[in-house]
């Protein structure tokens, strides 16, 4: 974990040493929060240094996931287009790939903001963020079967019990393909998950130590699902804007390297937390 500017710091990683890169930057919102978020107009250009080394140093068959929440448009019920428009830059210029658009769906996100939601009641509560799956290649290290989840009741019940191959009304076939037991169910790209854990470990060790914790970590289960689906035992996970080092603790318990950039001080600090072993 390092302390500094990441579009700086990252000049000094060799290139194309890196598998997969998997933050959350600061959002453009239009109101500050203490870690300093940036305007939406100037969102793109702020945004371009960073994904530019991101670039350089990613492995040909590297992916970089990119974490980021919409915003309204300061005054108005409308959406801002600036992760939108972060995107295409990504794509246009820079030459990155959309491997594919995942989501992260929060049930626990708070209904905001309250004068469109709670007030006047013509909006409803937004809760879910993007993940964009950006690649260097179109054909990016990815396993599925890294990341296969429980078999629903019905699932587990059709492969012991049989399945009559029949078309469905669809059109598509369903063959008696479906009927092996593949050792879980193929997951979606949308990855469910609360960000109000309350009694992790994280937590409970910035309570004991009289530390804040970190105001805007993304769950455990995000860097983790990437890390599956992306990565080697081994291989090095980069988190360019690292925080509380959710990634880097994640990477380091999945059994692969991973290097942090955090340029506050006390963010780096809080982030040996993390790792019990430094005590
Ligand atoms: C949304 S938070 C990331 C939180 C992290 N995902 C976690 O789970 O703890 C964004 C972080 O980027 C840091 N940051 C902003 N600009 C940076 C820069 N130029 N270089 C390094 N870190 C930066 C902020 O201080 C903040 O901690």
């Given at each position: 974990m390092y302390l500094g500017d990441s579009a700086e710091l990252m000049k000094?990683?060799?290139t194309e040493s890196v598998n997969l890169a998997v933050t959350s930057p600061p959002y453009a919102l239009h109101f500050k929060k203490e870690y300093g978020n940036v305007n939406k107009a100037a969102y793109v250009d702020w945004f371009r240094p960073f994904a530019e080394q991101i670039h350089r140093v990613l492995a040909p068959d590297g992916s970089f996931v990119l974490n980021i929440g919409g915003s309204y448009n300061a005054g108005t019920p409308t959406r801002s287009l600036y992760h939108y428009r972060l995107l295409i830059m990504l794509c246009d210029e820079l030459g990155f790939h959309l491997a594919q658009e995942c989501f992260?769906?929060?049930p626990a996100k708070l209904?905001?903001?309250?004068?469109?939601?709670?007030?006047?009641?013509m909006r409803i509560k937004d809760s879910v963020e993007h993940c964009w799956w950006l690649s260097k290649s179109p054909f990016p290290k990815a396993n599925?079967?890294?990341?296969?989840?429980?078999?629903?009741?019905d699932m587990r019940r059709l492969i012991e019990r049989g399945y009559r191959a029949k078309s469905r009304p669809s059109g598509h076939k369903i063959t008696s393909k479906f009927q092996v037991d593949?050792?879980?169910s193929i997951p979606s790209n949308l990855i469910e998950r609360g960000n109000n854990e309350s009694n992790s470990e994280y937590i409970r060790r910035c309570a004991a130590a009289g530390q804040k914790v970190h105001p805007a970590r993304f769950p455990a289960a995000l860097p983790e699902f990437f890390v599956n689906l992306l990565t080697d035992p081994g291989?090095?996970?980069l988190d360019p804007f690292a925080g509380s080092n959710t990634t880097g603790a994640v990477a380091e318990s999945l059994g692969r390297r991973w290097i942090g950039f955090e340029f506050e001080s006390r963010y780096v600090e809080n982030s040996k937390l993390r790792f019990p072993a430094l005590d």
């Open positions: 000094q990683l060799p992260w769906y929060n209904p905001t903001p309250a004068e469109w939601v709670n007030v006047r009641r599925n079967r890294n990341v296969l989840t429980e078999y629903s009741a593949q050792g879980g291989d090095l996970v």
